[in-house]
């Protein structure tokens, strides 16, 4: 099956500074990859996806990269604010399984103001 | 718009008593359906899925039990709770089409601590 390896777990940044959060995943025949923030006490949120027919995509501060000859994807977030403190998870789906993500463990996002 | 609702949001319940969450979809029809685990400080961890009524997948071998009565409707449940089965349970629900990229919504979650 799909396996999902995000690094790092913790990451603290000044306000300001970008952030990069980056995954890999083993199956190639997985072409949707999500990204989403979870608040403290709350469900993850999608904050931005990125389809494996596309290597890049923007949406103001964050940023998602695809690299499927290497099977990793990375989370850009750039001028960092105290509100994006919270952890980000990645995931990788295959379209035909049912809707089903594999995510990663998790990174726990800290800004310092 | 898709709401998707969780209770009891939280629960404190003794070890070896029975379990039942509740997760309710709305403003959508014929979603699929997830329950997932996450452990503190932990990934999510999906424990059944379901692509319809009375049709339900197990991911992992465990002491709990899902099913869905109505098309909306997704419960969790279990006779008699372990102290392992404490954590933050999330359902979610995904928009079935004919793509297939299949964007996943959470819930906001039940925090379950078995003594």
């Known amino acids: 099956g799909e396996n999902v390896e995000q690094h790092p777990s913790t990451l603290s940044v000044q306000e300001g500074d970008s952030a990069v959060i980056k995954c890999t995943y083993s199956?190639?025949?997985?072409?949707?990859f999500p990204w989403y923030k979870q608040e403290l006490g709350k469900g993850p949120q999608l904050i931005i996806d990125?389809?494996?027919?596309?290597g890049e995509k923007k949406d103001q501060r964050i940023a998602v990269t695809l690299n499927k000859t290497a099977k990793h994807f990375s989370l850009h977030i750039t001028e960092t604010q105290p509100e994006d403190s919270a952890v980000y998870f990645c995931?990788?789906?295959?379209?035909?399984?049912?809707?089903?993500?594999?995510f990663g463990d998790g990174t726990t996002l800290t800004v310092k103001p | 718009s898709q709401t998707i609702h969780q209770w009891p949001a939280t629960l404190v319940q003794p070890v070896g008593s029975p379990l039942s969450l509740e997760c309710t979809v709305e403003?959508?029809?014929?979603?699929?359906l997830y329950w997932y685990r996450q452990a503190a400080g932990r990934g999510l961890q999906l424990l059944f899925y379901?692509?319809?009524?009375?049709?339900i997948s197990s991911e992992v071998p465990q002491n709990l039990s899902a099913s869905r009565p109505q098309d909306r409707q997704f419960i969790l449940s279990s006779k008699k709770l372990l102290l392992s089965d404490s954590g933050f349970y999330l359902c979610?629900?995904?928009?079935?089409?004919?793509?297939?990229?299949?964007?996943?919504?959470f819930g906001p979650g039940t925090r379950l601590t078995v003594l």
């Open positions: 990125i389809r494996s027919n596309v």
């Open positions: 199956d190639s025949a997985s072409n949707y």
């Open positions: 995931a990788a789906q295959r379209g035909t399984n049912a809707g089903k993500s594999t």
């Open positions: 403003g959508t029809s014929n979603p699929n």
């Open positions: 379901s692509v319809g009524i009375g049709q």
């Open positions: 979610a629900w995904v928009r079935v089409r004919l793509a297939v990229y299949n964007e996943q919504f």
